[in-house]
């Protein structure tokens, strides 16, 4: 993984620039905004959405938002019309002419509330925990915990899912202070992002720009087309490149404005 410096820059304005279509998907939290003690504490910046509105309206690039946010908390602090949403790690999709939920969701939903009320009384045992209900994900929070209880924590936390985990009912993900409760089968951010592409232009070149372990999947994904590119490095990731932080995707993302209207000159 390099360092998306000036230099690769221009090597990635050469791969746009030969390609007839290029499609831009980012992860929310964490990439295009930075991530906060409570999810509900996020929010985009005006300039950041300006950005974004610029390049979605360019006939030769495409912008897709993939989250692991619900689709319609997505699409709200977005706010932005003709993009491609991804909520829930991919299981529900929505584009200018589709909207996509994946089968399997509703027995999901139905395991899901029988996992709720096991795991909310954590967050009065390891105070400043939460679980934040998705309705077809849930993710539990564990942030603001004092460090000497994570480990206490998590292994609890295992512990009282251990009936649909033995009987491969859910998985248990990894995020950023957070674990992520999914439905078992096979289905991510990655199998979203070939999902899109098959559906919206398969010719198209690929960017995909994400920060967390969810983002791994897309990085695999992509391995053998387009450019992948983590927020902060990590020695262990399938992205190709990285860059430092938020402000840094931001700066990336004029970069592509700038040279989107080249393009379209």
């Known amino acids: 993984m390099q360092y998306l410096k000036d ?3 221009r090597k990635v304005a050469s791969q746009i620039m030969r390609a007839p279509h290029t499609f831009v998907l980012l992860d929310f939290d ?6 906060m003690p409570k999810p509900e504490m996020v929010h985009l910046r005006a300039s ?32 932005i019309k003709g993009l491609v949403y991804a909520g829930n790690h991919g299981l ?4 200018p002419d ?9 027995e999901f939903k139905r395991i899901l509330k029988e996992i709720i009320p096991v795991l909310q009384p954590l967050s009065k045992i390891f105070p400043g925990t939460f679980v934040e209900n998705k309705e077809i994900t849930l993710t539990y929070h564990y942030r603001l915990l004092d460090p000497k209880w994570v480990e206490t924590c998590r292994k609890e936390f295992v512990k009282r899912l251990s009936k649909w985990l033995d009987n491969k009912l859910i998985k248990v993900m990894e995020a950023k202070k957070a ?5 078992y089968f096979t289905w991510n951010k990655g199998s979203a992002v070939r999902w899109i592409l098959l559906h919206e232009d398969p010719a198209s070149f690929p960017i995909y720009i994400g920060d967390d372990k969810t983002d791994e999947n897309p990085f695999k994904a992509l391995k053998d087309r387009g450019v992948t590119i983590r927020v902060g490095f990590d020695r ?23 040279l989107s209207n080249t393009r379209q000159k």
């Open 7 to 9: 230099a690769l820059k």
């Open 30 to 35: 964490g990439t295009l905004v930075p991530i």
């Open 48 to 79: 950041t959405k300006k950005l974004l509105e610029k390049l979605s309206k360019n006939a030769r690039m495409s912008l897709g938002i993939i989250s692991g946010r619900r689709l319609e908390e997505i699409k709200s602090l977005v706010g």
């Open 92 to 95: 529900e999709l929505e584009g």
């Open 98 to 106: 589709f909207k996509y939920t994946h089968a399997k969701t509703k």
């Open 179 to 183: 674990l992520e409760v999914r439905p």
């Open 236 to 258: 262990n990731s399938a992205a190709q490149y990285f860059v430092k932080d938020n402000d840094e995707v931001v700066r990336l993302l004029s970069f592509l404005a700038i």
